[in-house]
C-alpha cells in the first residue's frame, strides 16, 4: 500500500471519520453492561459511534442482520482513523489506507497488523446492551 494523500504532502497524522456512524453518548456501565436503547430502534446497516464512559476509544455498533449487531472499537489499529460499515462486502474497513477487518475485529486486509477490540452485544427484553470489559484502577 502506497503512502496517503497526507502523507505525501507532507502532513502527518491523517485522520478519516465515519460521518455515518451517529455519536451516541452510553449512559452509565451498569454490571459491565451499557445501554444503547431498544433494539428495533437500530436498522440493518445502521452504525453508532458509542461514546462509554471510562474508555478512550469509542465502539461502533453496527446492525449486521435483522437478528445480529456486532460492536469493535471504532478506530484502526493502524493508524486510528474510524473504520466503517461495509454492509454489502460483510467486513469494517479503514477507508484511511485501505484495512479491512472482520465482524469480529480479525484483520483480513493490511495495512493494520493488529485486530479491532471486539464486544458483545445482547439484547434483552427489546433493548440492545454492550457488554464492556471491567476497568481497573
Known amino acids: 500500500v502506497g503512502a496517503c494523500a497526507c502523507t505525501a504532502a507532507g502532513i502527518g497524522g491523517c485522520h478519516v471519520t465515519n460521518t455515518a456512524a451517529k455519536p451516541v453518548a452510553a449512559g452509565q456501565v ?4 451499557v445501554s444503547l436503547g431498544k433494539a428495533a430502534d437500530l436498522a440493518l446497516g445502521q452504525q453508532l459511534k458509542v461514546s462509554v464512559p471510562g474508555f478512550d ?13 456486532k460492536a469493535v472499537s471504532i478506530s484502526c489499529t493502524h493508524w486510528g ?19 479491512e477487518f472482520a465482524y469480529d475485529g480479525k484483520v483480513l486486509e493490511g495495512p493494520a ?25
Open 57 to 69: 476509544d469509542p465502539v461502533l455498533v453496527a446492525r449486521i442482520s435483522d437478528t445480529e449487531v
Open 30 to 33: 451498569d454490571g459491565g453492561r
Open 81 to 99: 482513523s474510524d473504520v466503517v460499515l461495509v454492509l454489502a462486502e460483510q467486513k469494517f474497513r479503514c477507508d484511511n489506507h485501505g484495512s
Open 113 to 137: 497488523s493488529d485486530p479491532l477490540a471486539a464486544f458483545e452485544v445482547l439484547e434483552e427484553q427489546g433493548e440492545l446492551l454492550l457488554v464492556v470489559p471491567e476497568r481497573s484502577g
